[in-house]
């Protein structure tokens, strides 16, 4: 099927006209400014009435960037539910261009999965699910799938061959599904994608890109690829995934907030960027030729962690596209799309420690030129996502003083009016109790919003297991996430300071199963937190037992830190909590069929091509297993052996795989001739002055295949 020259995009009417982009913006922004600059009038108004000082200054400032945030935030909500209020018909939907059309497609795409260090057999069940998924609608023929691997550990490498492998045989994929490992992982993610554009992209007219936990179905991947064929405009198309699979409290309160109140950000969100939109990362369709010609990331200047390779890559790609003509839409109504969590509170704070420092680089970009107004306010609220955590415990920390200064110096009220005594004849106190309940108002409406959309509309209320589980689940999620709020602004705090210290980020896998923190691990990863609780309550008890009573939720989250931690890892708990329907999900009362197509999915498994067994376990599995030896040798390109090839396997022999360097162990894994002399070696040779790692995995052989495994035999 060869790839099919589509119609250019200057031939092609825009989806959404210009005007009234530009129209929808003002309005949103325009009512985002103009509740943050009341708000700040009436602050101000207020300090004027306390008494104004030189802390109140600074204390102003960051109240005008938190409260713009927050009026930001719950703004997306408000319009979301405006959007809603309308209607389908009459909401903007660039998937609509894909209503109606059921002829085959008219090119090719490919689905490509980077993988680091993951499980491959997890990894495998959801590539069989979403091949499954396309091969049911009949457009299996349009595209190709690509595992591209930048594997570190050995031992995993091996094994993500023979998952290939069984996959490939089990769904007669060879020549649909490749896999690729890179030698030389360089600039990451990002790299890896790059270079399967290079080296594959031409072939292709757009790639959907997948994280390893990445599902999607088939109907909505054909989907998004009509709309890609149907508009050449369209550079980018990003879906919202859901989260799925939670097991721990901290999973599933996640899990349970994204659905029941992300589609109202989602929709606020696609008001106002249209055709400005942003790309995640994944879950996304992208057209190869703009994707090749535009994105490739310089490093930035300087070294890490503000400067070298882009880390949140993913943002500055979709900047760059935007900026050079093309459109990058948010698909809010694709439903097929789902992604898996971090487990824990610790392993989503590790992961965040990543996208903060990716975030922070985008200082660099948010005022180069020639930059749209959608892609600064993508970059500015990346960058606030973590910036914010800082302010807001500086703004806290001013506010402490303040209270401090003002209760030690033992002063007085002066008797000042403001203008809100004037006009609306209120003391100080209700002054502070008005934008108080304003405050919280923002906070609590977008889930309130969402609460009340889901109990009003009968096919969410029954999808979500019906109206108690919904208030419970909407309750229990805003008390724990009060509790969990302190700790991560505290912990985000931490982050940035240490970026702006000077330590760079590494690159580990995603942990995405556990069976939760331990005790120890809390304590140590929370103590700063915990030390800064007590350390603020005492302080707070001596101002006055109101101020105290004031930061109670702040200091009970940074007190309780390690065991909300370890509370909320466990997944007995959040067991207990699923038995009850308390934060169930529709994909969990109800899984679709491309989850319930992975569960059941088993191709990569094959007892007799196995590199997982105790006994001959990757590497060894590759060099010893006559199955797994042929997979791996395959796959490698063929070369002369060399004195110095052979001498480094006969060590390998004589030494077993300890005693190499792990970068020797590799190089001998890419050299093919000395993989099959090691393999004919360990089968043909005496054992005498051969290590006992191989002989031991030689006689695991002699348990027949179809006895019942044990763990210490092959």
């Not at 960058?383 to 500086?394: D, N, R």
């Not at 934060?583 to 989850?595: I, Q, R, W």
């Amino acid at each position: 099927m060869e790839p099919t020259t589509l119609p250019s995009r200057d031939s092609v009417r825009p989806f959404f006209s210009r005007f009234r982009t530009v129209l929808r913006r003002t309005f949103f922004f325009g009512s985002v400014v103009l509740l943050n600059i009341a708000a700040i009038l009436w602050l101000t108004d207020l300090f004027w009435r306390m008494g104004f000082q030189k802390a109140h200054y600074p204390l102003l400032f960051i109240f005008a960037i938190l409260n713009g945030l927050l009026v930001l935030g719950s703004s997306h909500a408000i319009f979301g539910a405006f959007d809603m209020i309308l209607g389908r018909k009459r909401s903007v939907r660039i998937s609509k261009l894909a209503e109606g059309k059921t002829e085959p497609l008219l090119t090719r795409h490919a689905v490509v999965i980077p993988i680091y260090n993951e499980d491959s057999v997890r990894v495998c069940t959801r590539i069989e699910a979403i091949y499954g998924s396309i091969e049911a609608t009949g457009h299996i023929e349009s595209f190709d799938f690509f595992m591209l691997s930048d594997t570190r550990d050995l031992d995993l490498w091996v094994m993500e061959e023979t998952a290939w492998t069984n996959l490939c045989r089990r769904l007669d994929g060879f020549g649909r599904i490749y896999y690729r490992r890179r030698k030389t992982n360089e600039n990451r993610k990002a790299g890896n994608i790059g270079d399967f554009v290079r080296t594959w992209g031409g072939r292709y007219e757009a790639m959907l890109v997948l994280d390893a936990d990445s599902l999607m179905d088939g109907a909505d991947i054909v989907k998004m690829a009509r709309v890609m064929e149907a508009y050449p405009k369209l550079g980018i198309l990003q879906t919202a995934p859901k989260l799925i699979r939670g097991v721990s409290v901290f999973t599933r309160l996640q899990q349970f907030a994204m659905r029941l109140y992300g589609p109202l950000f989602i929709r606020g969100l696609n008001f106002w960027q249209l055709s400005g939109g942003s790309y995640w990362g994944h879950n996304a369709l992208i057209r190869v030729q703009p994707f090749s010609e535009f994105c490739e990331l310089p490093a930035l200047p300087g070294r890490e962690p503000f400067g070298g390779r882009i880390l949140s890559h993913d943002f500055v790609e979709a900047a760059l596209m935007v900026s050079q003509g093309w459109e990058v839409w948010l698909a809010w109504d694709i439903e097929g799309t789902y992604e898996e969590a971090p487990p824990t509170l610790v392993d989503h704070l590790i992961r965040d420690r990543r996208w903060c420092q990716g975030n922070l680089q985008h200082l660099w970009l948010i005022f180069a030129r020639k930059l749209p107004f959608s892609v600064r306010m993508h970059l500015f609220m990346g960058i606030m996502a973590y910036l914010g955590s800082p302010l807001w415990f500086l703004f806290l920390v001013l506010g402490t003083w303040v209270a401090w200064d003002r209760f030690s110096s033992e002063l007085s009220q002066l008797p000042f009016d403001g203008y809100a005594a004037r006009w609306f004849h209120i003391d100080g106190v209700q002054q502070s109790l008005i934008l108080t309940l304003a405050i919280f108002a923002l906070l609590f409406l977008p889930k309130i919003l969402a609460v009340l959309g889901a109990i009003v509309t009968p096919s969410i209320r029954r999808s979500f297991g019906g109206f108690l589980p919904i208030v419970i689940g909407a309750f229990f999620e805003t008390l724990v996430s009060m509790l969990l709020a302190p700790c991560i602004m505290a912990a985000h705090t931490m982050m940035v300071l240490s970026i702006i210290s000077g330590r760079a980020v590494g690159w580990g896998n995603q942990n995405r199963e556990t069976d939760g923190t331990s005790w120890g691990d809390a304590i140590r990863f929370h103590a700063v937190q915990t030390v800064l609780g007590l350390v603020w309550t005492i302080v707070a008890l001596k101002i006055s037992l109101t101020f105290f009573a004031w930061m109670i939720p702040i200091l009970a989250g940074l007190i309780f830190s390690a065991p909300v931690s370890v509370w909320t890892s466990r997944s007995r708990y959040g067991l207990a909590l699923a038995k009850r329907k308390i934060l169930s999900t529709p994909e969990e009362l109800k899984p679709p069929s491309v989850m319930l197509l992975a569960d059941n999915a088993t191709a990569a498994v094959d007892p007799a091509l196995d590199a997982s067994l105790s006994s001959r376990r990757g590497l060894v599995a590759a060099v010893v297993d006559p199955y797994v030896n042929g997979v791996h040798v395959s796959l490698l390109e063929h070369t002369e052996i060399t004195p110095a090839d052979e001498l480094l396997a006969e060590r390998c022999l004589s030494e077993g795989p300890t005693g190499l360097t792990k970068s020797e162990l590799s190089e001998l894994l890419y050299l093919a001739p000395a993989m099959l002399l090691m393999h004919r070696a360990v089968w043909l040779r005496p054992t005498e002055g051969m290590h006992s790692i191989w002989t031991q995995a030689v006689e695991s052989y002699r348990r027949r295949l179809d006895q019942s495994p044990t763990p210490d035999a092959g």
